[in-house]
């Protein structure tokens, strides 16, 4: 079954303690690692990282979580990502194309594609595209640089073309009517690592994503 919550790490190093800390909320919040739901997929997003270190650290993540049936998924680079033994790879607009990714990636290897509406998403199915991050449904302070937000509307229609993960403003409060669009799941920052209580947002969210 795809993911449905994606949790993508905000770490300023790669090291031992932020490992520890993902886990720490993975585990905390009573979720995936205890053996229910919660967090099911993390995608690494450490565009600070060295490649040495992106490899070496979600080989560790990925020891970590595969047991317990969390994917780890890397953000924009299909090699590391096959390096390192992760699930998927998830691309953005200046990456590798999702149809070359496709090509070279194992068949039980998820590819993932940022998508802007329903035209991008038919189009990242067609390519191959497991699933697709469509956003920033709402405003987002997280990333630098973002489009003017989608809205429910836009992530409704291309939540008809592919297994839609909403990203962009995701918080809490905003659950509820993200998954009533239809959209498979959302992919959070923010809501988690900014919250003074990171494990008990991800579970509170987790329970929303899952009952839906």
């Given amino acids: 079954?795809?993911?449905?919550?994606?949790?993508?790490?905000?770490?300023?190093?790669?090291?031992?303690?932020?490992?520890?800390?993902?886990?720490?909320?993975?585990?905390?919040?009573?979720?995936?690692?205890?053996?229910?739901?919660?967090?099911?997929?993390?995608?690494?997003?450490?565009?600070?990282?060295?490649?040495?270190?992106?490899?070496?650290?979600?080989?560790?993540?990925?020891?970590?979580?595969?047991?317990?049936?969390?994917?780890?998924?890397?953000?924009?680079?299909?090699?590391?990502?096959?390096?390192?033994?992760?699930?998927?790879?998830?691309?953005?607009?200046?990456?590798?194309?999702?149809?070359?990714?496709?090509?070279?990636?194992?068949a039980s290897f998820l590819v993932g594609a940022t998508c802007r509406g329903p035209a991008q998403a038919a189009r990242a199915r067609a390519d191959g595209a497991d699933y697709a991050g469509v956003g920033p449904v709402h405003a987002s302070s997280t990333k630098q640089g973002l489009p003017d937000p989608l809205g429910l509307d836009v992530l409704a229609a291309a939540a008809r073309e592919i297994a839609a993960v909403a990203i962009g403003g995701i918080t809490r409060d905003r659950v509820a009517d993200v998954m009533a669009t239809g959209a498979h799941g959302v992919a959070v920052v923010a809501a988690v690592w900014a919250d003074p209580d990171p494990p008990r947002a991800a579970r509170e969210i987790a329970e929303l994503v899952h009952a839906a």
């Fill in 1 to 106: 079954m795809l993911p449905r919550f994606h949790l993508i790490t905000d770490l300023p190093v790669l090291d031992r303690a932020s490992l520890e800390r993902l886990l720490a909320v993975l585990a905390g919040h009573d979720g995936a690692l205890a053996g229910r739901p919660g967090v099911d997929a993390v995608q690494v997003r450490a565009k600070r990282a060295t490649d040495r270190e992106v490899v070496a650290w979600t080989r560790d993540l990925v020891a970590a979580v595969r047991p317990h049936g969390v994917r780890v998924i890397v953000n924009d680079r299909l090699d590391l990502a096959l390096a390192a033994g992760a699930d998927g790879v998830h691309l953005g607009h200046d990456d590798l194309a999702v149809a070359d990714a496709r090509a070279l990636a194992p």
